[in-house]
């Protein structure tokens, strides 16, 4: 689903894991919803998960990957 941003910031997160600077689309108005408290999910849903991810921790997707890759294993 492609959502039509009336008006969109572009967010620079850098991954504290693998220092990757990844651009994140967002609706500003959405954004400010999220640091005022409200919940990531409700406030951008159109992200995805690993966007999300780096909003909050500053880990991506992948940096994460490899995280759980060496939990549990064996
Ligand atoms: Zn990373």
């Not at 220092?19 to 159109?46: H, L, R, S």
């Not at 780096?54 to 997707?61: D, N």
């Not at 940096?63 to 060496?70: G, K, T, V």
Request: some cysteine.
């Amino acid at each position: 689903m492609i959502t039509q941003m009336i008006n969109p910031v572009w967010v620079e997160v850098k991954c504290r894991m693998c220092g990757t600077v990844y651009t994140i689309a967002v609706e500003e108005n959405d954004f400010y919803d999220w640091q005022n408290g409200k919940c990531i999910q409700d406030a951008m849903p159109y992200l995805t998960a690993d966007e999300r991810e780096l909003l909050i921790s500053h880990t991506c997707g992948d940096c994460w990957a490899e995280m759980f890759s060496c939990i549990g294993g064996d």
